[in-house]
């Protein structure tokens, strides 16, 4: 059983900054890419920012320059420091992993329970 735990949410003014980290315990073998979502009420979930086990990022347009994902040396915790926040990040956001139980099985996807950030205008 593989778990994602995400911490760092809140409420936070326009213009101010909240850091989410999310960690991975349980019996996995290797993480590949882990990454950030989010949703927004009414809302299709989407990509936030991505960080591969080589530490290539991706980020959502909306997001470039503001927002910088990262991993720790265990490639076990990712992180995401949220600065210049605006009331439209406002959303739940999921902690996602993709990684192996054992060498050689397959590649499964794993998610956080969600945490909700809040930016008041």
């Known amino acids: 059983q593989v778990q994602l735990v995400e911490s760092g949410g809140g409420l936070v003014q326009a213009g101010g900054s909240l850091r989410l980290s999310c960690a991975a315990s349980?019996?996995?073998?290797?993480?590949?890419?882990m990454g950030w979502y989010r949703q927004a009420p009414g809302k299709q979930r989407e990509l936030v920012a991505s960080?591969?086990?080589?530490?290539?990022?991706n980020y959502a347009d909306s997001v470039k320059g503001r927002f910088t994902i990262s991993r720790d040396s265990a490639k076990i915790t990712v992180n995401l420091q949220m600065n210049s926040l605006k009331p439209e990040d406002t959303a739940v956001y999921y902690c996602?992993?993709?990684?192996?139980?054992?060498?050689?099985?397959?590649?499964?996807?794993?998610w956080g329970q969600g945490t909700q950030v809040t930016v008041s205008s």
């Open positions: 960080i591969t086990s080589g530490g290539s990022t």
């Open positions: 349980g019996s996995i073998f290797s993480i590949n890419a």
């Open positions: 996602n992993a993709a990684g192996v139980v054992a060498p050689r099985a397959p590649l499964n996807e794993y």
